[in-house]
């Protein structure tokens, strides 16, 4: 059992507005402009058009040969790991501590055994049965330990069965 992210679908997203190919337009547009601007503050301050469209020439060249460089060997997207969950679930699976992984908006990624047997099944934060409160501190805690790495929630209750989490 695996989890897929976005990029791993097919489901890339733009950055800022801008898709891959309309950034690197952008971003040679910029170079472009910015060697033009540069050559021409240089043919003011030293008066010289050779001097001034040499340099304008050297920077677009430097800018082609990044530009090409990075046609030619592109980075790779940074992708978060693929956990094993399986791996995980195996780890966490003790008869002592019930055991529940939830990604960022509270779906259930693994669960081990006890934690079956306690809330019957592998039921998310959400669909525990607990109180109004108790699942407003749930959540607060899993926002907490997504932000720090570590949070508790404690004394909290479903039928007859306290835990702390």
Do not use: K, Y
């Amino acid at each position: 059992m695996g989890v897929r992210t976005d990029m791993q679908r097919g489901n890339a997203r733009n950055v800022g507005g801008f898709s891959p190919a309309t950034g690197e337009r952008g971003l040679l547009l910029i170079v472009a402009v910015a060697a033009l601007l540069s050559a021409l503050l240089l043919l003011w301050v030293a008066g010289d058009v050779v001097l001034a469209a040499a340099f304008m020439a050297g920077v677009l060249a430097i800018g082609a040969l990044i530009f090409a460089g990075s046609r030619l060997f592109p980075v790779r997207a940074a992708l978060q790991p693929e956990f094993d969950w399986s791996l995980v679930r195996e780890a966490a699976d003790n008869d002592e501590v019930a055991v529940a992984v939830t990604d960022r908006i509270g779906r259930l990624v693994c669960a081990n055994a006890l934690h079956d047997s306690w809330f019957g099944g592998p039921l998310a934060p959400p669909a525990l049965g607990l109180s109004t409160a108790d699942e407003a501190a749930l959540m607060a805690a899993g926002r907490i330990a997504w932000r720090d790495g570590r949070s508790s929630a404690v004394q909290l209750r479903r039928d007859l069965l306290t835990f702390n989490a």
